[in-house]
């Protein structure tokens, strides 16, 4: 018995864990913890090396050559304006039943546009005609009983003179042809009312075709065929309240807000430079037609409008002859200080300019006493010492240095260096 009861009581040393085993355990827990440390170093030193290999953007500008003549007292920017837009719209409400026109089309004076359903007004048209002729068919039966009338009417005074008829027979002959006098002015005010009638379903026959009010180009297309037009809102959005709008290219013009500080400096025919944002190497002279006599309270500008010009600052040119003015082009405009003149030199020429370039004042960077400018050339940086002149403007001269044409950093990191691989900001 005791020797079954030894047999059967459970062996609990397979359950032990050998000294060997636990050190083992111990020993791959210590070097897991251990190497945590240098995988994350190795994952900053890897991100560290890349982004330090990551190539900064810069934004760049030109250096660009000095004009000759008055130089810039104030920079403004703006927006080419029509004086002369109209959305052409028809006078009464009716369905669209022609366009003539498309976007960019060159329309003259009075030319068609679009017309409108006019079946119902040309039915009250040919009624109103109706009713007239109605008047002088009865103009005419009244004038022949009239000539009878007063036929009838000699008859009876002569029969009244001989006594062989009565008083009443010769009133009534006189009834009878005033009455038809009468009645012959009645029908002459009808067919004068008729004809006040037919110039009034005319006028609203010709209300459905639409016609340009002036010469110009078609900048919007805002109805179709089919579709129906109001000169009020009605209908919700299935009306429309025009059909186009028309600009006159020959009154294109320049519109810029001029902070209320500076419009002192800016005086009426005062010359100007316009440079398209759309081509920023092409320079558009012009003169300032107008102050407005009003500053805006909120933004604490003057309106300025300028006119373009020739060369000669005296002639207005023709924007509408070049293509490239388009209407709501962004612009940069810069007044010229004409009160300013060009030196002479001992020949009597004019000096040309005594710095070499003009290059925004964000590309100027100083180190201590001296001033340089990080030029790109070929995707890397040169710092490149300059010799710094008057501001003028947003823009500064350039004594030495560099020549026009140089493309120099304006926007970047703080910290560049000379050689530094960049990219250009797109």
């Known amino acids: 018995m005791a020797t079954q009861q030894e047999t059967a009581r459970p062996d609990l040393s397979s359950l032990r864990i050998h000294d060997g085993k636990r050190n083992n355990s111990r020993t791959g827990k210590r070097v897991f913890w251990a190497s945590v440390p240098i995988v994350l170093l190795a994952c900053l030193a890897a991100a560290s090396f890349a982004f330090r290999n990551r190539k900064p953007e810069v934004e760049v500008a030109s250096a660009v050559k000095p004009a000759t003549g008055p130089s810039g007292v104030l920079n403004a920017s703006g927006y ?56 002088q068919a009865a103009i005419a039966d009244y004038e022949v009983q009239l000539h009878n009338a007063q036929i009838e009417l000699h008859r009876a005074q002569e029969l009244l003179k001989a006594g062989v008829q009565t008083q009443q027979a010769l009133d009534t002959a006189e009834m009878n042809t005033d009455s038809l006098r009468a009645k012959i002015a009645l029908a002459k005010q009808q067919v004068v009312a008729a004809d ?4 009034e379903q005319q006028q609203a026959v010709d209300n459905c075709t639409i016609r340009a009010p002036f010469a110009g180009i078609v900048v919007s297309k805002d109805a179709q065929v089919g579709e129906m037009v109001s000169p009020v809102s009605a209908g919700g959005g299935f009306t429309r309240t025009g ?27 005062q010359a100007v430079n316009a440079v398209l944002d759309a081509y920023p190497d092409v320079t558009f002279p012009g003169k300032v037609r107008t ?75 100083n180190d201590g006493a001296t001033k340089y400018v990080f030029v790109v050339n070929n995707g890397s940086l040169q710092r490149q010492a300059v010799t710094v002149g008057p501001v003028r403007g947003s823009d500064v001269e350039i004594l030495a240095g560099i020549q026009p044409g140089a493309r120099v950093v304006v926007k970047g990191p703080e910290v560049l260096s000379d050689g530094q691989a960049v990219q250009l900001k797109q």
């Open 80 to 135: 080419l304006t029509p004086r002369q837009r109209a959305t052409i719209a028809a006078k009464i409400t009716g369905r669209v039943t022609g366009v003539f026109f498309d976007e960019g089309t060159r329309v003259a004076d009075g030319q068609l546009l679009a017309t409108l359903d006019d079946s119902d007004v040309r039915r009250a048209l040919d009624a109103a005609k109706a009713d007239r002729d109605s008047s």
């Open 196 to 199: 006040a009638r037919i110039r």
């Open 291 to 365: 102050v407005i006599p009003t500053a805006d309270r909120q933004k604490a500008t003057v309106k300025v409008r300028i006119s373009f010009t020739d060369d000669s600052h005296v002639k207005l040119m023709d924007p509408a002859t070049d293509p490239r003015i388009l209407p709501d082009m962004g612009v940069k405009v810069t007044f010229l200080d004409e009160e300013e003149k060009p030196k002479a030199n001992a020949k009597g020429k004019p000096e040309e300019p005594a710095f070499v370039a003009m290059v925004p004042q964000a590309a100027i960077r």
């Open 243 to 269: 059909i186009a709008t028309i600009v006159n290219l020959h009154s294109n013009e320049i519109e810029v807000d001029v902070s209320e500080s500076y419009i002192a400096k800016v005086k009426p025919n």
